[in-house]
Nanobody, 127 residues
Framework: QVQLVESGGGLVQAGGSLRLSCIAS????????MAWFRQAPGKQREFVAA????????DYADFAKGRFIISRDNTKNTLYLQMNNLKPEDTAVYYC????????????????????WGQGTQVTVSS
């Protein structure tokens, strides 16, 4: 049973930065593929970034490339999302997701491919 707890969201001005964290428990963290998704009101949940259990493969949505960095610290059971140069359109609830039995060669990018989810953390970017 995997539990995920996100933190780090908040209100920032456009161009600012935030660092989101997700602490995992209840499972061997090094066996989890991890990802960030986001969901704005009235929109479907969309992929942001993902990372394999061994950190060797990462993937980003187009809007995240060059601005966001996904990373994980397996010694702390923690997933991170560093978000730079934030834009108002980045406003959403950001969710941490985990895939049990993650692979070293593939990072899922669809929400239905993940088994566990955190409660989300709100990110609001003002102009």
């Amino acid at each position: 049973q995997v539990q995920l707890v996100e933190s780090g969201g908040g209100l920032v001005q456009a161009g600012g930065s935030l660092r989101l964290s997700c602490i995992a428990s209840g499972h061997t963290f090094t066996r989890l593929g991890m990802a960030w998704f986001r969901q704005a009101p009235g929109k479907q949940r969309e992929f942001v970034a993902a990372i394999t259990l061994n950190e060797l493969i990462v993937d980003y949505a187009d809007f995240a490339k060059g601005r966001f960095i996904i990373s994980r610290d397996n010694t702390k059971n923690t997933l991170y999302l560093q978000m730079n140069n934030l834009k108002p359109e980045d406003t959403a609830v950001y969710y941490c997701a985990a895939e049990v039995s993650g692979t070293t060669y593939y990072v899922p990018t669809k929400s239905y491919e993940y088994d566990h989810w955190g409660q989300g953390t709100q990110v609001t970017v003002s102009s």
